[in-house]
């Protein structure tokens, strides 16, 4: 069903079959639920779309269900609930959640989607939770504010670029959490990064900055030649590896330990001005 810019519904919509909600204008209920996904199906909320229940927003009970929002959605608890397994809720820059979201039972996904202009999300493991993979689309610009808290064994993959302004914890506890860098993609920490396993995978040419190296604490694994771990504001002045460790001296008395999954020699690195007053650090 297609719900216009113009049309207001003030019952809430009832899916009970597999399809499709787009919604372009108003749909609110009196009741506990806006739009109920009784069995999957696929919700698409406008850039002035608004979704509003008296207690959820968005209830997909079952499995297979997606959500993309552009616009509102709202709740006096949840905005989205997922309860089931294999549901997607895909964030445009520029999206609101009134009310917390939830993923279901496993294999859920929360995307980062790509637009002309950044996007901007917090409360990743407090307003947004039960996501296995979060995944920063290719092209997307997402900026990570405030403190976000990954639950142990989630993967957030990064395709396009993600900075992180606030404070980024992937819990490590029964099973380590991992980022994954995909080719061309940028990641930038500019808080502290406490995070289980940064992984670059094939494909090259990914990048991690760290505006506090001091504070990084994840093991960097499949490090390649067309990689760079920027140091930002860091001015080096020798590099040494010993172990599994690549420590960084710096400018001033200033040092930076960087864990790494495999074994190297100390000129295995080179390191060079990144041209704004830190060193970008690769392999040769």
């Known amino acids: 069903m297609t719900n216009a810019v113009s049309g207001a519904i003030a019952d809430g919509v009832v899916l009970e079959v597999v399809g499709t909600v787009d919604n372009r204008g108003t749909i609110t209920t009196p009741g506990t639920v806006g739009v109920l996904l009784s069995v ?74 790509s637009a002309a202009h950044r996007g901007t999300i917090t409360g990743l493991g ?64 500019d808080g502290r990064f406490d995070v289980g396993h940064l992984r670059f995978l094939a494909g090259g040419h990914e990048i991690a900055a760290f505006g506090a190296p001091a504070t990084v604490s994840s093991t960097i694994a499949r490090f390649a030649e067309s990689d760079t771990v920027d140091l930002l504001g860091f001015v080096v002045t020798k590099l040494s590896f010993t172990g599994h460790t690549l420590t960084a001296d710096g400018a001033h008395g200033a040092v930076a330990h960087l864990k790494f999954a495999a074994s190297f020699r100390s000129n295995d690195f080179a390191f060079a001005p990144d041209d704004h007053g830190g060193t970008n650090i690769t392999l040769v």
Not at 68 to 93: K, M
């Open 40 to 113: 999957g199906g696929t919700v698409s909320n406008g850039k002035n779309g608004l979704i509003s229940g008296g207690t959820v927003g968005i209830f997909a009970p079952g499995r297979d269900a997606t959500v993309i929002n552009a616009g509102r959605i709202s709740g006096s608890t949840f905005a989205v609930q997922f309860t089931g397994s294999n549901d997607r809720l895909v964030v445009d820059p520029g999206a609101v959640f009134v009310g917390k979201v939830t993923g279901g039972s496993s294999r859920n996904i929360l995307e980062l989607a």
């Open 126 to 189: 407090t307003s947004f939770t039960n996501f296995n993979t979060i995944v920063v689309d290719r092209r997307a610009q997402w900026e990570a504010t405030g403190t976000n808290s990954l639950a142990s064994g989630t993967a957030l993959v990064v395709r396009g670029k993600l900075t992180d302004v606030g404070a980024l914890t992937l819990a490590a506890v029964g099973g380590p959490g991992t980022i994954q860098l995909s080719p061309d993609s940028v990641l930038t920490a």
